[in-house]
C-alpha cells in the first residue's frame, strides 16, 4: 500500500489550478445511462472513483471512450446487463447512483445494497421510498436490491424525510423518463444536484427548481446525447485553502467556482485569513494575521459542507484559542481526530457529534493512518505544519478524490512524496 512522506514546515505559497469535480462527474457519469445516444463529459477528474464508475459502465455494457484531457465519451452498447455487482458498489457508494437510471430506461436492475461506510451507516432507505413512490417494485434479495418497473415509472410528489444528495439525484434522474409530473419536497440544494440537472436538460430533460429544496421534473420520452463541462471541484478548492491557511502561506487558485465555497470562504476570514475573490479564482493570505480558531457546525448547502470539517479541525488545532467543531451529517466522521492527536493535537469530544480543539503551537510529525478520504486531506495538513516527518498510510483514500495531489501539493512548496509499495 502507498503511504505518504511529509516533512513539515514549509508554507504552502504560489498558484493551484483546481480539477474538475468528482462528487459533480460520478452522478453526471451515472446519467449517461438514460440515452443511447452518446453523452460527451469534459474536465472529468483522473481519479480512482471515477475509473471504478468508468467500470461499472462497462460491466452495465455501456462504451466508454476516455479521450485528451480527460474528456469522455459515453454510448451505449447493444447487450446490457442490469446489474451493478458488490465489488464495484462496495469500494464505491455512488456506484448506486446507476439504479434510477437503469430503471428509468430499462424497467429493472439489480444493484448492490453499498453495505458499512467509515463515515457512518449511510442509508439508502430515501432513495428506494422514491423510487416505490415512482411505481417501482423493490424487494431485497440476496444483499442486491432488485427494482422493476415493466410499464415504467409514474410522475408523483416525493417529500425526502432526510436532505440526501444522492437520494435527489437518483430520483431526479428516474423522473426524467417517469410519465408524468414529478415533484421533490426537501431536496438537496448541493451544487451537485444543479450540475446534474444541467446536465439532463442539456439532454433533453425538463427540470425547474433544481438549487432549491423543491424541484419540478415533467417526464419524457426519450433522452439525447449531449456535450457537457465538469465544473470545478469546490471540496479540493476549499481543502487547498485550508492547508494554506494553516501553513500560513499564500496561494492563488485559478479555475475555480468561488461562489460554491461562500461558507467556507467566511470561515477562513473569520479566523483571519485575507482573502480576494475573482469571477474564477481566490487568492489567499494567511501570513498577514494571527489565526484564531473559529467553531463549525456542518449542515446542508448552502452551510459549512461536511466534506471540509476534518480539513478545519486540522486548520483549528494549529489557531490560536479553544474552537467547537460539530457534525450534524454523518455520524462516525471524527477518525481523523484520533491521528491528529498522535501528532499532538489537543482535541477532545463531547458526546458523538463535537470535538473540542484547543489551538497549540506546533504539532509533532508521526506515522499516522488515513480513514477516509477528506479525513486523510486532514493528515497531510497535520503532517505539513508539523516538525519533523510525517508518514501517513493507507493513502488509497486520498487518490480517491485527489487529483495529482503530490505533484500538485510539491508545485507550491511542500515536501510531500509518495514511497510506492509496487
Ligand atoms: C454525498 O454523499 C457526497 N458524495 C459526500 O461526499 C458528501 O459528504 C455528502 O453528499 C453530504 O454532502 C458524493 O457526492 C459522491 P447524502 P451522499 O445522501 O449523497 C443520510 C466525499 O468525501 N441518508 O447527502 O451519499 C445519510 O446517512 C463524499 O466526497 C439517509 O438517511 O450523502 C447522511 O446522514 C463523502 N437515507 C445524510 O443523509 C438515505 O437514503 C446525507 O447523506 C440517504 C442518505
Redesign the pocket.
Known sequence: MDKLLIRGGNPLTGTVTISGS??SA?PILAASILSEASLRIANVPHLNDVTTMIELLGTIGLDVTVEENMTLDVSTRDILNLRAPYNLVKTM??SFLVLGPLLALHGHAEVSLPGGCA?????????LKGLSALGADIRVEEGYVVADAKRGLIGTTIAMD??????TQNLMMAATLARGETTIYNA?C?P?VTELAACLKAMGAQIEGAGTDTIRIDGVSSLQGAEFRITPDR?ETATYMIAAAATRGQLLLKNTCPDQIKAVTAKLQESGVSITLGEDWIKLDAGVHDLTAVDIFTE?YPGF???MQAQYVALNAVSEGTSRVTET???NRFMHVHELVRLGADISFEGNTTAIVKGVPRLKGAPVMAT???ASFSLVIGGMVADGETLIDRIYHIDR?YECIEEKLQSVGADVHRLSSR
Open positions: 468528482k462528487n460520478l457508494r455512488a463515515i457512518g451507516p449511510r442509508p439508502v432507505d430515501q432513495h432526510v436532505v440526501t444528495v444522492g437520494g438537496a448541493e451537485e471540496v446542508p459542507p461536511t466534506d451529517i454523518f455520524e477516509d478520504l477528506r478524490g
